[in-house]
């Protein structure tokens, strides 16, 4: 089973930031929070991952909660190439193939 | 640099019937592994490779095969098709170490009937 909870869908304007929340409330301290995306039926794309601290490059901010049970991706701007399936993971560091994706949240972008 | 590549990208089987879909990858990673995507779900774990000549299983290894014999290519067997593995295929590579990150192929779609 996905150690994450996401919301099934959820909109946003093009040209606003989307805020997709995730929750981890049983996550390690070892393990980090990853975000891929998946867009139609492409393979899965890395977007970002996390430990503890706000993490942010070229593609989205990630917001980690202090106590480390939660976690927002904001992509600043979205546009339209953004609307996807956006799936949240939690990893253990030294194992690089243990990522359980659940169902994800489909973001849809709107004009 | 053509990342991880997925052959074939559609295949329709017969019950029965056996087939290999195949992945190669040019980025010299030592992980690799295949997951399957149902509809309307996310991608699990079928087999995994850490290296050349080392295999494990994932959440759903049932009914499928692997081996790595070199570091490039992972190869997926399906010994006996039967319609509960219509699915669409996805293999990833990454780096050995703490936070590699995944790259997937483009998948191949596969139809049991």
């Known amino acids: 089973d996905a150690k994450t909870t996401q919301p099934p869908s959820m909109d946003c304007a093009e040209g606003r930031a989307a805020n997709l929340p995730c929750n981890h409330s049983?996550?390690?301290?070892?393990?980090?929070v990853y975000w891929y995306r998946q867009i139609h039926s492409q393979g899965p794309q890395y977007i970002i991952h996390?430990?503890?601290n706000n993490e942010t490059n070229e593609m989205a901010s990630l917001i980690i909660t202090e106590d480390r049970k939660s976690s927002t991706l904001i992509l600043p701007h979205a546009t339209l190439r953004d609307t996807a399936v956006y799936y949240c993971?939690?990893?253990?560091?030294?194992?690089?193939?243990?990522?359980?994706f659940g169902a994800g949240t489909r973001l849809t972008v709107k004009p | 640099n053509a990342g991880v590549t997925q052959t074939p990208k559609f295949q329709v089987l017969k019950t029965g019937q056996s087939m290999t879909l195949q992945c190669a990858q040019d980025m010299n990673h030592e992980y690799m592994s295949w997951y399957r995507q149902d509809p309307g779900m996310g991608l699990r774990l079928i087999h995994y490779?850490?290296?050349?000549?080392?295999?494990d299983q994932g959440e759903v290894p049932n009914g499928y095969n692997v081996s790595r014999s070199t570091t490039e290519d992972f190869p997926l067997r399906l010994l006996s098709a039967a319609p509960s593995q219509t699915s669409v295929y996805f293999c990833a590579s990454s780096y050995a170490g703490d936070l590699g990150e995944a790259f997937f192929g483009q998948g191949t779609r596969l139809t049991v009937v």
């Open positions: 490779s850490v290296g050349a000549g080392i295999t």
């Open positions: 993971i939690v990893r253990v560091r030294s194992n690089n193939n243990d990522m359980r």
């Open positions: 049983t996550i390690s301290g070892n393990e980090y």
């Open positions: 996390g430990l503890k």
